[in-house]
């Protein structure tokens, strides 16, 4: 499976983005996909995941009421809808895809559950 993100940009605070994940290859609807984020001098931090089985979402609790994952199947893409954007979300964004089936819902915050990763893309929060 190979995942392309897209969408990052420069955004003033208090705006939104939609970032996107188009997948080739493998059973797109079978994958479990997943957004994780890295800031400089920082670790890979969860954003947020779907389970494939009942598409139940799980969010980190920095993004949570803000951030909504969401997926096509049709289009074999998953989506980022980020709003209301802060400058601590300052960040480049990987979209990720498991094909580990349905887990408990710890499983899907960790980023060694996810055997496909994306190429990254920044998105830059100005205050």
């Known amino acids: 499976v190979q995942l392309q993100a897209s969408g990052g940009g420069l955004v003033q605070a208090g705006g939104s983005l939609r970032l996107s994940c188009s997948a080739s290859?493998?059973?797109?609807?079978?994958?479990?996909p997943g957004w994780f984020r890295q800031a400089p001098g920082k670790e890979r931090e969860f954003v947020a995941a779907?389970?494939?089985?009942?598409?139940?979402?799980f969010y980190g609790d920095s993004v949570k009421g803000r951030f909504t994952i969401s997926r096509d199947n049709a289009k074999t893409t998953s989506y980022l809808q980020m709003n209301s954007l802060k400058p601590e979300d300052t960040a480049v964004y990987y979209c990720?895809?498991?094909?580990?089936?349905?887990?408990?819902?710890?499983?899907?915050?960790?980023?060694?559950?996810?055997?496909?990763w994306g190429q990254g893309t920044q998105v830059t929060v100005s205050s």
């Open positions: 990720a895809a498991t094909a580990m089936g349905n887990k408990i819902s710890s499983a899907y915050r960790h980023s060694s559950t996810y055997s496909y």
């Open positions: 290859g493998g059973t797109f609807s079978s994958y479990g």
């Open positions: 779907m389970r494939p089985g009942d598409r139940n979402t």
